[in-house]
């Protein structure tokens, strides 16, 4: 492997500042008909993909302090996004899942995403669309 140069290090920083923001914007879309701040959207799609999943393992998924996490599931559990049943191993525990209007904010999430993806894509021709689809696989899969 190569090592890059700082003037590509500085394009590709200048690149991704531009795909985070657009990625913002259209989660803040998505967020904003159901209020959720960035935290609480992240918590809700990870207790989506997770049913039963307690606190502390969103907590370290999104590697926050147990007191902020305990605060954004309060806030899911009042917006009936969320909801918290007694653990069936351990009582002492909670097991976190989505509601029904939660999933529903889970896909309208997941669809701006996918919008933002689309937006990207359709600005390139089918093979620098196939380029960029493997090259951005093969980044994360290296990042794991």
């Given at each position: 492997?190569?090592?890059?140069?700082?003037?590509?290090?500085?394009?590709?920083?200048?690149?991704?500042?531009?795909?985070?923001?657009?990625?913002k914007v259209?989660?803040?879309?998505?967020?904003?008909?159901?209020?959720?701040?960035?935290?609480?959207?992240?918590?809700?799609?990870?207790?989506?993909?997770n049913p039963?999943?307690?606190?502390?393992?969103?907590?370290?998924?999104?590697?926050?302090?147990?007191?902020?996490?305990?605060?954004?599931?309060?806030?899911?559990?009042?917006?009936?996004?969320?909801?918290?049943?007694?653990?069936?191993d351990d009582?002492?525990?909670?097991?976190?899942?989505?509601?029904?209007?939660?999933?529903?904010?889970?896909?309208?999430?997941?669809?701006?995403?996918?919008?933002?993806?689309?937006?990207?894509?359709?600005?390139?021709?089918?093979?620098?669309?196939?380029?960029?689809?493997?090259?951005?696989?093969?980044?994360?899969?290296?990042?794991?």
């Open positions: 492997m190569t090592e890059p140069t700082q003037e590509q290090v500085e394009q590709l920083t200048r690149a991704f500042e531009r795909f985070t923001r657009k990625f259209a989660e803040a879309a998505a967020a904003a008909d159901n209020a959720l701040n960035a935290l609480d959207a992240q918590t809700l799609v990870f207790v989506g993909d039963g999943c307690g606190t502390g393992d969103v907590a370290r998924y999104l590697n926050v302090a147990m007191t902020t996490m305990s605060s954004a599931i309060d806030r899911l559990v009042r917006k009936d996004l969320i909801e918290r049943r007694p653990h069936e009582r002492r525990s909670v097991a976190l899942t989505a509601t029904k209007t939660g999933r529903q904010a889970i896909e309208d999430q997941i669809a701006a995403y996918r919008e933002a993806c689309r937006a990207m894509l359709r600005s390139l021709d089918p093979r620098e669309q196939r380029e960029l689809i493997r090259l951005s696989e093969k980044i994360a899969e290296a990042q794991t």
